[in-house]
């Protein structure tokens, strides 16, 4: 076993080279929720209707997008442990391995967009919110195969360390997307009138965009040293085997935790529009004021990688200590920010006075979870670092599968106090537990698994 090195570093330096690496990756993050922000108001307001059926496309799309573009998320790991132990030489063919992956997860997420719509039929729902919901669905599935091979490759370039070209691609994107719905939505340019369902054929334009920008970045010589695209590679089922060991519990803990939020929004929508509205504003702010721990969570991911390839123990459990004690201390500030602001947070998506309504409510809901939201996005990234991915799967399916969900539709459908129906209020309400015991276990487990040698080792030998 190689030599342990004795660790110079400590909480606050390590804190302060993660957020020196992770602030492209927090723009990245916020420049792509400002781009789905976008779609939402716009559609918004055009109609509260298309505002709905933009939303329920969401609630199946991204989950399975983040499912696919997950099983790749394997790569920044494998490439900050490989860089730590100065293999180098290894890089690329993991990164042709990983290309490889994408050919099949592109092909499952067309036909998983193509046909998803018909999910709906399953639930009582508004007729016309879901034909616009199926349309917005099949429009975007033309730029699924662009994305996943897009995502992939900023996977790769965060894990090489080089972070800000995914950076300018996604805010470069803002403009050219809000232009692009505004023209498909309202039927300018000499483009049809589409509503919401315009939003989709815009975000399947801007994904081909993405992938065409990245692949001319990918001649820069931090990537081109690595001789990608130099030759043909055939698969190396060995090598993408290791790639879903990693990879396939770090798309199912993502896809656990957003596909709550879209089976919570299709429970939602069975009870009218306005709430169904209200339920996916409330998801942006929510994501908004995830996406920088979540950041930072990725970036905690590649530090502790490459520590963990350096075999410094201590320099990661440091790092992982850092990120975690930072979500807390930026937790209370995003709730307090929430609170005091969210009327006016709120009318950036909408003038109907019963959507603001129950959306300030459910704001309320998501000031009180911040501290176990946001120190779950730091947690399981610093967790992924050691490639510990498999264990933080079972609690997400616990926790919000067998608790959250179960409980917030008996509890909002007054099966378990008869003549007590909260309705919306009460799937935010068992959702915030869910994630409370979730944030619980995930600490403990960080704590456990940054303080056992043998078992890190075990994981980097994966």
């Not at 176990?372 to 610093?382: H, I, K, R, W």
Request: charged residues 10%; hydrophobic residues 50%; contains cysteine.
């Amino acid at each position: 076993m190689a030599e342990i090195p004795d660790s110079k570093f400590n909480s606050k330096t390590e804190l302060k080279t993660v957020l020196n690496l992770g602030w492209p990756i927090v723009l990245t993050q916020l420049f792509i929720m400002l781009t789905g922000t976008i779609d939402a108001a716009m559609a918004g307001h055009y109609s509260s209707t298309d505002l709905a059926g933009v939303s329920l496309g969401g609630m199946i799309m991204w989950p399975i997008f983040m499912l696919m573009t997950g099983l790749t998320m394997a790569i920044t790991p494998i490439i900050a442990q490989l860089r730590g132990g100065r293999k180098e030489q290894d890089i690329g063919h993991q990164i042709r391995q990983g290309l490889w992956v994408c050919c099949g997860t592109a092909t499952v997420l067309v036909l998983c967009m193509s046909f998803g719509g018909n999910l709906y039929a399953w639930f009582d729902v508004d007729p016309d919110a879901t034909r616009i919901a199926k349309e917005y669905l099949a429009a975007a599935a033309w730029g699924a195969p662009p994305i996943v091979f897009y995502v992939a490759l900023r996977h790769t370039f965060e894990g090489l360390g080089h972070p800000r070209p995914p950076m300018w691609i996604a805010g470069g994107m803002i403009p050219i997307n809000a232009l692009l719905n505004y023209g498909f939505i309202y039927g300018k340019f000499g483009l049809p009138e589409l509503g919401g369902v315009g939003c989709g054929y815009a975000t399947a334009i801007v994904f081909w965009l993405e992938l065409i920008v990245m692949l001319f970045v990918c001649r820069q010589p931090f990537f081109a040293q690595f001789k990608v695209f130099a030759k043909f590679e055939p698969p190396d089922f060995s090598a993408i085997k290791s790639m879903l060991i990693i990879g396939t519990p770090i798309g199912l803990t993502i896809f656990l935790e957003m596909a709550v939020f879209s089976v919570i929004g299709i429970l939602i929508a069975r009870i009218g529009v306005v709430e169904v509205a209200a339920n996916s504003i409330a998801g942006n702010l929510n994501w908004a004021t995830y996406v920088i721990p979540a950041a930072l969570g990725n970036a905690a991911s590649i530090r502790v990688g490459f520590h963990v390839g350096a075999r410094d123990y201590d320099a990661a459990r440091a790092t992982s200590a850092a990120v975690y004690k930072f979500s807390i201390i930026y937790a209370l500030i995003a709730s307090a920010v929430l609170v005091l602001s969210r009327y006016y947070l709120i009318s950036i998506f909408t003038t109907d006075p019963m959507v603001i309504e129950i959306t300030a409510t459910l704001v309320l809901f998501i000031a009180v979870y911040q501290l176990v939201d946001d120190s779950n996005a730091v947690t399981v990234g610093a967790l992924r670092g050691y490639k510990d991915t498999r264990v933080p799967m079972y609690f997400g399916l616990v926790s919000l599968w067998f608790i959250a969900v179960p409980l917030g539709y008996t509890l909002s459908n007054g099966i378990i106090f008869p003549g007590l129906s909260p309705g919306v209020y009460g799937y935010w309400a068992t959702l915030t537990i869910g994630l409370s015991i979730l944030a619980v276990a995930m600490g403990l487990r960080l704590w456990h698994i940054s303080g056992d040698h043998k078992k890190i080792l075990a994981f980097a030998e994966t």
